[in-house]
């Protein structure tokens, strides 16, 4: 079974979207060819579970990090040289001079653009693959051509280039001189005896592309690696998480273990409690991706999924009202979790779309029976502070937190850092003064 993470909560946290500039995808987007991308959308959408692999992976992103080295492939020249590496080929050599002479022949008589085609996809290949052997040996250069994420790109380039006849015409011939006979070589090797090889080359280039766009980003953004750990360790340590989006994001910890596992976060307005929320959600995908993460460290228990309760809308078609579509949502949570999967959690200011009164018991009540299931982690905010000191009385698994606000005069400021306890802040009638809204009525 893979990673649980629903379209609600892959909604909540931005984290898909090729067209999206906020999302998470975009951030990491930095590849250089349309494979790559295709790589880079196909991790985005399929999270791990195995310590050990996601271990592994960071192990590459980490290296490709250290180990910078420019990517120097197009997405133009790659595109064009697994089109025409898509083609039906021939392993017979009289076969493939008599497909080559009827072409140019076809386009000498009836000034088909087919041979020129197919011309193009030679000489792109032949480009592709002197940039290849420069990359080569720019790797051997720096002995990273062994025990590195490019060794098995290294060792399948290198039996390429092993072909006599190809290494041959590769030094011997430019496209402006070559001959019929040694277009129609080039033909019979590419699309017939180093057809696979070259094909699983271009695959290894498409990794390698995303593993060092990834990198870069990682580079930049001084994102930080993560440790991932059996399910049974049961732990999230996490040191100087951020949003990865925000450029001057205030970095908060956070900790969780089966002896506390929930967090009740208060804070007003603007405080900053949605975006923490937000941060820890993408900061536990990332690193069940074995991606880079927006902190300063990180250790983890692999979990079974990861669900959210943000921006929970109500659905009209369906005549569900906000608070029925959030007990719709709570409930489907409630199901997961008391299947026994082990899950993180995030509920944002529960129960918002019903009275004081409701919201008060719902909240009180729901956080008590989550609780039960040190298996799951959960964050679970709200501005009904007075269900906090209920559950007090509760137990030693609940830690409290809260994002303050600094009263200036009459003006507040945020400092986005939490720290331990239930807030008391009550400044919303402040601000409301400070709009002057009742002086305009």
Not at 217 to 244: D, M
Not at 308 to 313: A, C, E, G, K, T
Not at 383 to 407: A, C, Y
Request: charged share 20%; with cysteine; glycine share 6%.
């Amino acid at each position: 079974m893979s990673f649980i993470a629903d379209k609600q909560t892959l909604d909540d946290l931005q984290l898909l979207g090729k067209f999206n500039n906020s999302s998470v995808f975009s951030l990491f987007n930095q590849v250089r060819s349309r494979g790559g991308e295709k790589l880079l959308d196909a991790l985005f959408l399929h999270p791990l579970k195995d310590p050990e692999q996601i271990n592994q992976r960071s192990s590459a992103f980490r290296w490709m990090q250290e180990h910078p080295i420019p990517f120097p492939f197009d997405e133009q020249l790659l595109g064009k040289m697994e089109a025409y590496l898509d083609e039906a080929g021939s392993s017979s050599i009289l076969l493939s001079f008599w497909h080559i002479g009827r072409k140019k022949a076809t386009a000498v008589l009836l000034k088909d653009e087919a041979y020129g085609l197919q011309l193009e996809g030679i000489n792109t290949c032949v480009d592709g693959l002197q940039g290849c052997a420069r990359l080569l040996q720019q790797l051997e250069n720096k002995g990273w051509d062994k025990n590195s994420p490019w060794e098995k790109w290294a060792v399948l380039t290198r039996s390429v280039f092993q072909n006599k006849q190809l290494s041959h015409l590769l030094k011997e011939t430019s496209s402006a001189t070559r001959s019929f006979l040694q277009i129609a070589s080039l033909h019979h090797l590419f699309s017939g005896v180093l057809q696979d090889k070259l094909r699983n080359m271009l695959q290894h280039l498409y990794e390698l592309d995303m593993l060092t766009a990834v990198a870069g980003v990682a580079r930049e953004k001084k994102f930080a690696y993560a440790t991932a750990w059996p399910a049974s360790a049961n732990k999230f340590e996490a040191r100087g998480i951020r949003h990865p989006r925000l450029e001057k994001a205030v970095a908060n910890d956070l900790s969780f273990q089966g002896s506390s596992n929930v967090l009740f976060l208060t804070g007003a307005n603007m405080a900053g409690k949605s975006t923490i929320m937000k941060s820890t959600g993408i900061l536990l995908y990332l690193a069940h991706m074995g991606f880079p993460v927006a902190a300063e460290s990180l250790d983890f228990s692999v979990l079974d999924g990861l669900y959210s309760s943000v921006n929970v809308p109500d659905d009209l078609s369906q005549g569900y009202s906000h608070f029925y579509a959030e007990v719709l949502r709570v409930k489907k949570v409630a199901q997961e979790v008391d299947s026994g999967k082990n899950l993180f959690v995030i509920f944002d200011e529960l129960f918002k779309g019903t009275n004081v009164k409701d919201a008060f018991d719902a909240t009180l009540a729901v956080t008590v029976a989550f609780a039960q299931f040190p298996n799951c982690f959960y964050i679970i905010s709200t501005h009904i502070i007075e269900v906090g000191e209920e559950l007090k009385k509760v137990g030693d698994n609940i830690q409290f937190g809260f994002m303050p606000t600094v009263m200036e005069g009459h003006l507040p400021r945020y400092t986005y850092r939490m720290q331990p306890g239930i807030t008391e802040d009550r400044q919303g009638m402040i601000i409301i003064e400070n709009e002057g809204i009742l002086e305009m009525l």
